[in-house]
């Protein structure tokens, strides 16, 4: 008897042990295949540009400089409301065209009816004593040096309060005119005469 449970016990481990030793073996099983590395993509070619003809640099613009007593300056008459002796001196510029540049001259003791001009103007007095008046504003008196802006289309008379003339540098946003307006007085107010005091 003990003989038989000796033989079914080693029959039992011889068993369980191939069963282990079966679980243990590896695979045979062919691993399955990598996929391929597909192939890098070739660089894009540039796609091919005409050549350019060389072009030829505009030449530089040069710089101006001018003096109002200049007698290299050309004087061009002004329109016809504007005082006798009147002259406009183009600077720079094209005055049919935006941005032109100009000297304006009026005799001394002259009047400067009142115009608009369809541009914006900036001014600076060159020579002379200039009273200015804007419609519905106070007079502003230009002195050498002095600047004044000028609003498109804005009503405004002067004097050249000087003997000798006046003289403006004028620079214009939009091509040069001066429209004259119905309501141009033809002379400045005179200024009051100052009265002495009575005597006590």
């Given at each position: 008897m003990r003989t038989l449970y000796s033989i079914l016990a080693c029959s039992s481990f011889l068993v369980g042990g191939a069963a282990s030793l079966a679980e243990a073996q590896p695979s045979t099983k062919p691993a399955p295949a990598a996929k391929p590395t597909p192939p890098a993509p070739k660089p894009t070619q540039p796609a091919s540009t005409a050549k350019m003809a060389p072009v030829t640099p505009?030449?530089?613009e040069a710089s101006v400089t001018f003096v109002a007593s200049d007698k290299k300056i050309t004087w061009n008459p002004c329109p016809e409301f504007l005082p006798k002796g009147c002259g406009i001196a183009v600077l720079h510029g094209d005055p049919s065209k935006a941005n032109v540049d100009i000297f304006?001259?009026?005799p001394g003791k002259s009047t400067i009816p009142m115009h608009t001009h369809t541009s914006a103007e900036r001014m600076v007095l060159v020579s002379g004593e200039l009273h200015v008046t804007y419609e519905g504003e106070k007079k502003t008196i230009m002195k050498v040096g002095t600047y004044a802006y000028g609003?498109?289309?804005?009503?405004?008379?002067a004097y050249c309060a000087s003997s000798a003339p006046c003289v403006l540098s004028i620079a214009f946003e939009q091509p040069l005119d001066a429209i004259a307006t119905e309501t141009a007085p033809k002379t400045e107010p005179a200024p009051k005469k100052t009265e002495p005091a009575p005597k006590k």
């Open positions: 505009a030449p530089a304006f001259k009026v609003p498109a289309k804005k009503p405004h008379m």
